[in-house]
């Protein structure tokens, strides 16, 4: 039978004082959709429909390229009213699932299972957890079956100590969906329409409600504030750090590394504390990232080491390199094997040819660097002319003095030999030095001046 999923994400979030849409707020560098619609594609549905109200605009345009059904819920009147806007998109005999786009974490495999404990009826999910605060609690009978669902607000002091709470994803035939959610009232603490209470209709018809635990408890995390943001991402973190440990990687602290986006590490990989990743990010065997660096779009080849507070994006280093402290490598920098660069050297757009060193105080952007180039202290490329950026190209074995400065578009010359503090604004010659800087003189008669 066909699978279609309903993502429940109108709602404005209230208490996270925002005027960002609740949905859009982001668990490891995406919006909490963006997880939550990962998840449900991982189940090849029929189609996937988004509920959205509140902020519409700003979060359909998050997600214009996805293939999603859109669904607007003009006025958010509660999770019941919500489902009844995408039922008419949705075939009376096809399943439903409801998943919240407020809970991110949520595991595939524990939807796959929801899935199959349904058997023809309603599955619920449902978790046991230490601190139930803000959860609708489930209600069972005497023989333990589930009864209904009690919102917080709405239950009694002996429904709120019970700790198994509502996820708030169940499955069920759209059609029944649509024939309980046309009898649910709005008569509540909230004076919203609850979809919870299907699952007091759904019993009362003598149907089966089924239940499903998650793996992990923070899988069902809902996010209603900041405080319960900021305790998601470090539950995706922890988890995070877990995956990477168990893939052999060191990790001087599991509580502090941030990893957003696609981190891949090869053998004996080690990484120190506060490191950031983002996007794609690949490093290859025995790799070393020291204490504060940020990573973008980034892959290292084996057994370089990037030192302390280094930022390097959409960067490609090759094996063997000597990396910060104190570097940054913007878009476009390539190094290849053997290539050092110091601390507070900045590289754009240029390709380090192997075993070329730039170990302190440089800009290198826009050039062409061969091999076995030494760039000495404080060397600048002066790439910008004001209106056009223009490109360096050092020829291998160069060797450039301290304070250069390399006036582009110029080109050194295999072998050229710099002298320290030279302007360079024209092509040097191979295998000889140039020196272009005032001649040094020493003024003969000279008296320092005296005060009157
Ligand atoms: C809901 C459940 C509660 C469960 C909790 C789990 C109900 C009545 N309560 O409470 O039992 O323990 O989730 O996290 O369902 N939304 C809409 N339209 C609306 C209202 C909400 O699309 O009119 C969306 C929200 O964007 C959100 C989701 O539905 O993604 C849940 O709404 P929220 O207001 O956060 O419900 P909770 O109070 O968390
Ligand atoms: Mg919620």
Not at 18 to 28: G, I
Not at 310 to 315: D, G, I, N, T
């Amino acid at each position: 039978m066909a699978l279609d999923i309903v993502v429940l994400a109108a709602g404005q979030g209230k208490r996270m004082h925002s005027s960002l849409p609740k949905v859009l707020h982001k668990v490891a560098g995406r919006p909490m959709l963006a997880h939550v619609l990962e998840t449900a594609r991982a189940l090849s549905p029929g189609q996937i429909l988004v509920v959205h109200g509140h902020g519409g605009d700003d979060v359909r345009s998050a997600f214009a390229a996805m293939d999603v059904t859109w669904i607007e819920q003009a006025e958010q009147l509660g999770t019941g009213h919500a489902l009844m806007q995408a039922l008419p998109s949705v075939k009376p005999r096809d399943d439903v699932l409801v998943l919240y786009g407020d809970v991110p974490l949520i595991r595939a495999e524990t939807l796959r299972a929801l899935i199959e404990a349904r058997d023809c009826g309603l599955a619920i999910l449902t978790a046991e957890l230490s601190d139930p605060a803000g959860y609708g609690r489930i209600v069972r009978d005497a023989q333990g079956r589930v009864a209904r669902i009690v919102e917080e607000k709405d239950a009694s002091a002996e429904e709120r100590a019970s700790r198994e709470v509502n996820v708030g994803f169940l499955i069920a035939q759209a059609g029944r969906l649509a024939g309980w959610l046309a009898s649910v009232k709005n008569r509540n603490a909230q004076q919203e329409y609850y979809l919870t209470d299907v699952v007091r209709l759904a019993s009362a018809e003598g149907i089966n409600v089924a239940t499903c635990r998650p793996t992990d408890a923070w899988e069902v995390w809902g996010v209603n504030s900041r405080h319960e943001l900021a305790l998601v991402e470090r539950a995706y973190q922890n988890a995070a750090a877990k995956r990477l440990l168990e893939a052999g990687v060191t990790l001087a602290d599991l509580w502090r590394i941030d990893v957003r986006g696609d981190l891949r590490c090869g053998n004996d990989v080690s990484i120190d504390v506060n490191c950031v990743f983002e996007g794609k990010v690949t490093l290859g065997d025995r790799v070393h990232i020291g204490p504060n660096c940020v990573l973008r779009n980034v892959t290292i080849a084996a057994d370089t080491e990037v030192h302390a507070f280094s930022q390097l994006e959409e960067a490609q280093i090759g094996a063997r390199c000597r990396v910060g402290p104190y570097a940054r490598l913007r878009p476009g920098a390539v190094l290849d094997e053997d290539v050092h660069v110091g601390n507070f050297v900045e590289v754009k757009a240029s390709r380090l040819g192997a075993h070329s060193k730039a170990n302190h105080l440089s800009y290198i952007g826009d050039a062409e660097v061969g091999r076995s180039v030494n760039i000495g202290a404080g060397t600048i490329t002066c790439n910008y002319d004001g209106a056009t950026k223009h490109r360096t190209v050092i020829g291998d074995e160069c060797f450039i003095g301290s304070d250069a400065t390399l006036v582009a578009p110029v080109t050194l010359a295999r072998g050229s030999y710099i002298g320290a503090g030279s302007t360079i604004c024209k092509d040097t010659p191979a295998d000889q030095l140039t020196v272009a800087r005032a001649t040094q003189v020493t003024v003969p008669g000279w008296k320092p001046p005296r005060k009157k």
